[in-house]
Nanobody
Framework: QVQLVESGGGSVQAGGSLRLSCAAS????????LGWFRQAPGKSREFVAA????????YYADSVKGRFTISADNTKSSVYLQLNNLEPEDTAIYYC????????????????WGQGTQVTVSS
């Protein structure tokens, strides 16, 4: 079992920044890669970014490349998502998730999910 707890969401104006955190716990957490997904009202959940614990491999959705940065701190079993130059279209609930699969950009390959944290960007 892996438990995931997100934090750091909030409300900002367009162009602003936020930093999301995901604290992972569980005996097998090191076996999983962590990713971030988001879901806006009326839309399906979409991939944002993912990282392997070694930090050597990171993955981003095209819509966030150059604006968002994912990082991991193995000593704290935590993964972070730095959100810069936010746009109103980034408004969504952001979820942290854990996957043991090779393919990290698809939600169905994730085994554990956090409760989500709200990000709201106003124009």
């Amino acid at each position: 079992q892996v438990q995931l707890v997100e934090s750091g969401g909030g409300s900002v104006q367009a162009g602003g920044s936020l930093r999301l955190s995901c604290a992972a716990s569980g005996r097998t957490v090191s076996r999983y890669a962590l990713g971030w997904f988001r879901q806006a009202p009326g839309k399906s959940r979409e991939f944002v970014a993912a990282i392997r614990w070694s930090g050597s491999s990171t993955y981003y959705a095209d819509s966030v490349k150059g604006r968002f940065t994912i990082s991991a701190d193995n000593t704290k079993s935590s993964v972070y998502l730095q959100l810069n130059n936010l746009e109103p279209e980034d408004t969504a609930i952001y979820y942290c998730a854990a996957s043991a699969a090779l393919r990290l950009t698809v939600a169905r390959f994730y085994d554990y999910w956090g409760q989500g944290t709200q990000v709201t960007v106003s124009s």
